[in-house]
């Protein structure tokens, strides 16, 4: 009972947060000085050619009365103008891109496979090593692996990604030529070349989160290795397996998966960095695309489905949380 009262409320959360952000990303976009009607209207654009495109993109009433439709589209579909012209955006709708003539959630479902193999990929990569190394380390204080572990680490967290994704791609795809420069190929169309493809990419963003992890969690597992708990634990002559395994390694996790959920949201919603050097379209080169050529409902779609994606990670982490500590499910 206490679980489901715990989810409910987490979820109920999530719904007012997505609400909120859909509000603020939607005003923002309103106040924006260009106009996507006079985009689509194209040049040269008569006062009359430019009323009747606000009319067909429904941006002729006010700003509440387009969000409401906007949020009305998402759940029952929408329709943009009328008569044989009219199109039709099914549910979920988030938009209508009319520069290229094609629904926003179709276009983020394009280029989801992407983004979604590299954060994947990079988060199963950077989860072990990071939380692997971190542990160590804190298990081997001021040793030599220690000490080299968190040197790493350190360059990892200073370094930003576009110098680590150029001198990986320096190194491995031009003087060795041992992995391939850029580009994706679909899982489906070959699953080896596929994973050929992306681990550059992998490697280069988990080096880059491992470091974090590695900090994170040696930090947190030496605290809690010095709790009254753990001596009690080893007092009753626990192995230091089992010590670091079933008691200290439980509330090292806390902080790290509440980390994990937010960087995994982030790349999820595209790796704009990454997918740029790498040259890659996923989610974050169409929201670069969209921001250069103006192209506001897929800026605005984007933004939401992004938001929706860090949500939804936070509410299951929230979820994991619970798991793990359950004091938390009293707040």
Known sequence: MRTARFAATRFAGMLLVLFVVAFVTFVVFYVLPADP???ACGRPCSPEGLQLAREFMGYDVPWYRQFL????GIFGGRTFGTGA???????????????????VLSEIGGRIEVSFSVALGAAAIWIVAGVGLGVLSALRRGSAADRITMAAAMAGVSMPAYLAGMIGITIFAFALDVVPKSGYVPLTENPAQWAWH???PWFVLAFLHAAIYARLTRGQMLETLGEDYIRTARAKGLTERKVVGRHALRNV????????????????????ITERIFGMAGV???LVDAIASLNLPVLLGVTLFSALLV???NFLVDLC????????RLV
Request: glycine letters at 12%; proline letters at 5%; one cysteine or more.
């Open 321 to 328: 949380y619970g798991a793990l500590d359950p004091r938390a």
């Open 85 to 103: 012209a009219a199109i039709h955006c099914t549910a979920p709708c988030f938009g209508w891109d009319f520069q290229n003539n094609v629904d």
């Open 69 to 72: 439709d906007f949020l009305g």
């Open 37 to 39: 009607a006079r985009m």
């Open 311 to 313: 949500t939804v990670l």
């Open 284 to 286: 974050g080169r169409l």
């Open 253 to 272: 996790l806390l902080p790290v998966v509440t980390v994990f959920g937010v960087d995994l949201g982030a790349l999820l919603a595209g790796t704009v």
């Open 198 to 200: 992306l681990v550059l």
